[in-house]
């Protein structure tokens, strides 16, 4: 591991760190936050959550328009999306199955902030980086996502699963296409745009901290 990827590691530890002491915020809840019954329910609001949570949507749009600043492409590009949508099926099962973390909503919020300071700091993350942040983003997401599912019979559970991931990986690869050409049209603008996201990602990060969400 380079200097700069050290760089990364520390400043992402030390966020996640301060994220740990927060108060939780409030998982988001779609269906009016009734527990899906059955699985067209459970599609619809596996595609619906993503989008209501602000943090997520955030995390999600960020997430892929950083990996495709950064140069991440092909195998590699379509690798980090399925280590977070698996990793985020894993902590939504676990939760639904009656497992629980405290302070889940804000392991949400970390990794905003970690991806906030993916974009402001001067490197470029590196593959083992990428890696870590997809599974722990995915699972810290994952888990929260579970929240709406609690009690949730096996069919609407799974189909729910199914929503979660049609919904996550038409939105990375959306992004990821936006970021790809935004870097090769208009590579003059990749600096400001990535202080715009890093500032962006820190507000969302810092407001899913101190603002309960319902």
Not at 11 to 24: D, K, S, V
Not at 31 to 55: E, N, Q, Y
Request: a positive charge; aromatic letters at 6%.
């Amino acid at each position: 591991m380079n200097q700069g990827q050290r760089r990364v590691v520390v400043a992402g530890a030390a966020l996640f760190a301060t994220a740990l002491g927060c108060t939780p915020a409030l998982a988001h809840h779609p269906m009016g936050g009734a527990v899906p019954a059955t699985a067209w329910h459970g599609v619809l609001s596996g595609l619906a959550h993503p989008i209501i949570g602000i943090d997520h949507l955030a995390f999600l749009l960020g997430a892929a328009l950083l990996a495709a600043w950064s140069r991440v492409r092909g195998v590699g590009s379509v690798g980090l999306a399925l280590l977070f949508t698996l990793a985020g099926a894993g902590g939504t099962w676990l939760r639904a199955s009656g497992w629980s973390l405290p302070l889940v909503e804000c392991g949400v919020a970390a990794s905003l902030l970690v991806l906030a300071a993916l974009a402001l700091l001067r490197t470029r993350p590196g593959e083992a980086v990428w890696r870590a942040l997809a599974v722990a983003a995915g699972a810290a997401h994952g888990l929260a996502f579970g929240e709406a599912v609690v009690g949730a019979e096996a069919t609407p559970l799974l189909a729910y699963l199914a929503g979660l991931a049609m919904i996550q990986t038409a939105l990375l690869v959306s992004a990821f296409g936006a970021g790809c050409r935004i870097q090769r049209s208009r590579p003059h603008v990749l600096a400001a745009s990535r202080r715009l996201l890093g500032a962006a990602a820190a507000a969302a990060g810092v407001w899913a901290l101190v603002v309960p969400i319902s």
